[in-house]
């Protein structure tokens, strides 16, 4: 995975093995272009293909986590840093345009996001609006300081959560409160998010990054293969019946009761001590 300054954000690998991506445009409320998503799917992309890689977080400068889309750097303005990728059209010039800038760069990036194996967190230090809040969606995990806000809004603009934000929230809220979310165009403060189930974890602003390193730490040293496998089964889970979803698992469990962390977890068991998984990640 290649690390550096980006297009409107900054990568580093921190140990054990954790993606940090950190939106650094707060001027500009770390809001959205072409050249970010494109740039983000790339990385992103890199990442899920990186052994070195266990856990993705992301995060943001300044108060904005993501603050939607902006739309006056919509067209590729210099956003510092080093391109991963060549800039193409923005799109969105016409209607089919606009099917096509949303199908193949905004919603491919959620979807990227979504299809990670490895654990996402999403630390939201400050605003997560529109493009930043289906993001914060599409990770894992959510963590907010207490002074973050989010939501979707769209209706305020007469515009609609093109980028799967209705369905992320009706998974999370149900139909009926998602509904009600978005039809109200609502922005929740933090506290509001976690009492419906939006965030996993409210924390003092000061404490955000330690805290979500925390998480991805915790996460990066447990056993990667049965972690991931399990979460992509949880994920399907919500799609799939009972007896589809009792045959995913069992050909999942066929690969990670033989695998060596397996045979790890029982010895450390036995052994009463705690068990070092990852040793396959650790091998040259």
Known sequence: MKTGRF????????????????????ERL???????KRDLIEAVTQAQMDNHVRVLVFTGQGRAFCAGDDLKAYRDASLGGEPLVDPIPPGHDNALGTYNGLRTISQALNTAVRN??????AAINGIAIQTGFSLALSC???????????GSATLRFGLLPDEGGQYLLVRLLGVPKTLEFLLRKKIVTAAEAEELGLVHQVVPAAELATTAMAWATEFANGP???????????YNAAELT??????????????????????????????KREPKFNDWLEKP
């Open 140 to 150: 894992d995990f959510r963590i907010a300081a207490d002074t973050a806000r989010m």
């Open 7 to 26: 297009s409107g954000f900054e990568l580093s690998l921190r140990e054990p093995g954790i993606a940090w991506f950190e939106f650094n445009t707060p």
């Open 30 to 36: 770390n809001g959205m272009s072409t050249a970010i």
């Open 242 to 271: 009972w007896a589809q979803a009792l045959d995913e698992i069992a050909a999942k469990t066929a690969i990670s009761d033989h695998h060596p962390d397996a045979r790890e977890g029982v010895k450390a068991f036995h052994e």
């Open 224 to 234: 990667q293969v049965s972690m991931r496998l399990l979460k992509r089964s949880v």
């Open 116 to 121: 990670v194996d490895k654990i996402t967190i």
